[in-house]
């Protein structure tokens, strides 16, 4: 080394000692990175040196130690690119970039300076040290904020190094330069756009480097910056305002609806939850929002008729405190949960039966609490009338069920029953069982004895319905009803008040009134029939032959008498009637058996063989005349019967009786005697009737007139008279049956009266006797007087005719031929 010094500076030496002989300087000036061989420059011609100087001058180029980048060809006398020339690599910054050499010759020793600009090119780009940078900018970040960049870097000098950088897209930020104290410029992001996580979380810029070269060249740089996020966002709810509706009645739990709501923040920023302020009507007890997902359920049943509608207020909250709030509108709807129902304002439990139609019975009020058609009897009073007429006999009480339903779906309803009491009103008069009755009683009955019990009823109630029955006064054959018959007001029996006799009277009809406890009282009556009972109670009697101690009577048979000859008729009556009466007559002895026979039925006598001339003359037959009664009642008669062809015959047979004679002797004078009598009499009764007549006649002016015809119990006489006059008594039997008001039931036959003026005075008695029933009693009483009197006076005439039959029988048969 030490060696090198030296010599060094013995070519220093050398080059200050040259310089006096250092010819020329020559310069040159290239573009960097020229190919190998490149010329640069003729030196030769430069340095005014020929070729062959240059050749003998052993010309060479003097580096120093320089990287020889230049050589020198001799032959051409020129200098050439030896090896490529990088300016950068060269000069790096430093300009201008030169390479200084000599061209050293020698013989003589020659120095030539060459000095070789090398111009810059733009062979470089500018270069990023990083491909990319990534910045975490808040979004908050103020204005203004500044980030420093990588410096591109260019090794060009001049217009070919960094000349400028733009930044793309230039939204938020913008470049700015600062001078540094080495010259260089510091590249910095200044934001001036507040960013927003919200609209873009994401910025991507290209930060590029340009030079100004031919052509020019850029660098590139990517910037990432992630917007951070912060909470500068309220929750916002989708809807302010939410509608739903919900039945009453809903389940626990139903969802009603779902509030939403964003946050435009992130992560917890953006997490929002849900609540419900409490409000007045209590909404946050009736209902429940799921903080997160905002879905509002029921937890407590809802009742229309307490709350129609809820407002709940919503709150969302973001985690940061900010706070959007939301309503949600609750319609409750309407079910039908509630029956209607009745309130009786007042009603009345009774009523009487004859109210008139519209009556007020009940005052109603109803009521549902649910609204529309499930409600829609909502609120009213109803009143309860009567539409007809009332009849407590048909229906005594009501229940009276009034139903309320309203017209949802399924219907309500309820109900309420009305009992109603119908009080009775005195509407009904007592009925009695028949329309009318008839009974019967054995006569000879003992008094009080119980006939029969009449019954009436009366449809009304209570009182109203109570009767008692009431005998009408009337009377029968002028005897007030009232002797007769009573009839216990309580219980309708009736009583006989005294005994019957049947042959007083058959039967009677009276009224019996029944009469209720109403006020005013109702009536009705019934016809009431006593029929009274024959008993056997009456022997016969024996109408003829008359039997009388004293006289003596005898049928006369011719001894000629034909087999079947009526001899006689016994003729006995009994008053009582029916089976009582029906009489059979029985030949109870005979003083010859053989020759008479009695008719069972009709008492006639009649021969049973021819007479014979040995029959005695004076026959005596005992009849019995027997009633059918149970026990039958019988009565005897004695027939005395002359067999004789003349009538001397006769008497002096029958001066053999007793007493005949008397008889015969006294018979004129008793004749004469009765006929006085009887004439008498006869006149005086004429007199009386007349005058009876007459005054009844006046007093039936008076009085009404009824129809009732009593049977009168008449008896006559058969009239028996003997016809021709020649001295036979041939026997006209005039027999004619004459029938009695009675005669129906009794079949007795009688007589017909021979004399017409007792006929008359029959027929007038029997007038008379129908008069005097239509009058009082004391006109009964007379009747009977008057008619016992006629027959006892109807009696002795005809005994007093009888009598004269047998003596003279040609008045007798002069009057019956007329
Ligand atoms: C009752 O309900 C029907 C439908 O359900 C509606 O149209 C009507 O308006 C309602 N009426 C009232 C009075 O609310
Ligand atoms: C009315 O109701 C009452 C009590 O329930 C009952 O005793 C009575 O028999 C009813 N009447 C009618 C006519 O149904
Ligand atoms: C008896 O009843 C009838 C109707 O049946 C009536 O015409 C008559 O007047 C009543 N008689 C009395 C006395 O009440």
């Known amino acids: 080394m030490s060696d090198r010094t030296m010599a060094r500076q013995v070519l220093l030496f050398i080059w200050f000692l040259s310089l006096s002989s250092a010819l020329g300087q020559v310069s040159y000036s290239i573009h960097e990175e020229m190919a190998k061989g490149s010329l640069v420059g003729n030196i030769a011609q430069d340095l005014g040196l020929d070729l062959k100087r240059l050749k003998s001058g052993k010309a060479r180029i003097y580096t120093g130690d320089s990287v020889e980048y230049i050589e020198l060809n001799k032959e051409r006398g020129v200098i050439l690119i030896k090896d490529r020339i990088d300016r950068e690599a060269l000069c790096g910054q430093t300009t201008p970039c030169a390479l200084h050499f000599q061209i050293i010759l020698e013989n003589p020793m020659q120095l030539y300076r060459v000095t070789v600009e090398v111009t810059d090119i733009n062979d470089n780009a500018p270069m990023f040290s990083k491909a990319e940078m990534r910045f975490e ?56 756009t507040p960013l927003d996580r919200e609209k873009k979380d994401h910025i991507s810029l290209l930060l590029t480097a340009f030079d100004e070269g031919e052509p020019q060249m850029s660098g590139t740089m990517k910037i990432h910056i992630t917007v951070l996020d912060a909470n500068d966002n309220a929750p916002v709810c989708l809807q302010s305002v939410y509608k739903t509706n919900i039945a009453e009645n809903s389940p626990k739990g139903t969802v009603l609806t779902t509030v939403s709501a964003s946050d435009a923040d992130q992560g917890a920023n953006g997490r929002i939850s849900f609540s419900i302020s409490s409000t007045a009507d209590k909404a946050a007890d009736i209902f429940e929002i799921d903080p997160e ?25 973001d985690e940061g405190g900010h706070t959007d709030s939301c309503k949600i509108i609750v319609d409750v709807i309407d079910t039908n949960d509630n029956s209607p129902t009745i309130n009786i304002i007042s009603k009345s439990s009774q009523i009487s039966e004859d109210s008139k139609t519209g009556n007020v019975l009940a005052i109603l009020n109803i009521q549902d609490l649910d609204s529309n058609e499930s409600g829609k009897v909502n609120y009213g009073f109803y009143s309860l009338v009567t539409e007809g007429d009332l ?48 009974a019967s009683v054995q006569e000879n009955n003992t008094p009080g004895l119980s006939i029969f019990t009449v019954r009436a009823s009366d449809a009304d109630f209570n ?136 008719g069972l039925q009709n008492g006639e006598i009649r021969t049973v063989r021819q007479v014979t001339d040995k029959d005695a003359v004076k026959q005596r037959l005992t009849v019995v005349v027997e009633d059918n ?50 004439s008498f009499l006869f006149i005086v009764s004429i007199i009386a009737i007349l005058s009876v007549k007459c005054y009844r006649w006046r007093r039936e002016r008076m009085f009404y007139k009824s129809g009732a015809n009593l049977p009168v119990i008449p008896y006559y006489p058969p009239l028996y008279a003997d016809v021709g006059g020649t001295g036979t008594l041939q026997h006209v039997y005039n027999y004619e049956v004459c029938r009695t008001t009675d005669s129906r039931k009794s079949d007795l036959k009688y007589g017909k009266p021979c004399s017409e003026s007792i006929i008359s005075l029959d027929s007038s008695g029997t007038q008379t006797l129908t008069h005097a029933q239509r009058g009082k009693l004391i006109n009964k009483e007379f009747d009977d007087q008057v008619r016992i009197f006629i027959s006892s006076l109807c009696s002795s005439l005809q005994h007093f005719f009888y009598c004269k039959s047998i003596q003279t029988v040609h008045t007798c048969k002069g009057e019956t031929e007329l």
């Not at 509002?296 to 407002?311: A, M, P, R």
């Not at 006769?650 to 004679?661: A, G, I, Q, R």
């Not at 018979?667 to 009887?678: D, E, R």
């Open 463 to 598: 009182q109203n319905a109570r009767v008692s029955y009431i005998l009408e006064d009337s009377s029968v054959k002028g005897v007030p009803v009232s002797s007769l018959v009573s009839v216990s007001a309580d219980s309708g029996v009736i009583h006989a008040v005294r005994s019957f006799d049947y042959e007083q009277i058959k039967d009677f009809q009276f009224r019996i009134k029944v009469q209720d406890g109403g006020s005013p009282p109702l009536s009705s009556n019934v016809s009431v029939k006593i029929m009274i009972q024959d008993q056997n109670d009456n022997a016969p009697q024996v109408l003829y032959p008359v039997q009388s101690g004293a006289s003596v009577v005898a049928e006369i048979v011719p001894r000629s008498a034909d087999v079947g000859y009526l001899v006689t008729k016994v003729v006995a009556v009994d008053v009582d009637s029916g089976q009582n009466a029906w009489l059979s007559y029985k030949l109870q002895k005979a003083t010859d058996r053989a020759l008479f026979e009695v």
């Open 137 to 192: 900018i808040n979004e908050l970040s103020s204005s203004g904020a500044r980030f420093i960049l990588d410096r591109a870097i260019d090794h060009d000098v001049g217009r070919n190094g960094l000349q400028s950088y733009s930044l793309e897209p230039t939204d938020n930020f913008v470049l700015k330069f600062q001078n540094l104290p080495d010259g260089n410029k510091a590249v910095e992001m200044v934001l001036q």
């Open 629 to 678: 009664g149970q026990p039958s009642r019988s009565a005897t008669v004695n027939v005395n019967v002359a067999v004789a062809d003349s009538f001397p015959e006769v008497l002096s047979e029958f001066t053999d009786f007793p007493h005949d004679k008397d008889y015969n002797d006294n018979l004129t004078f008793y004749l004469v005697l009765a006929l006085a009598v009887v």
């Open 391 to 438: 009849d407590r006999e048909r229906e005594s009480e009501y229940n009276i069920s009034v139903t309320c339903a309203d017209e949802g779906v399924p219907s309500l309803s309820s109900s309420v029953t009305l009992s109603l009491q119908i009080s009775d009103v005195n509407d009904n008069a007592p009925v009695f069982d028949k329309s009318s009755y008839e």
């Open 293 to 317: 997902s905002g879905v509002v359920k029921l937890i407590v049943g809802v009742d229309y008729e307490t709350s129609k509608y809820y407002q709940i207020d919503v709150q969302a909250r």
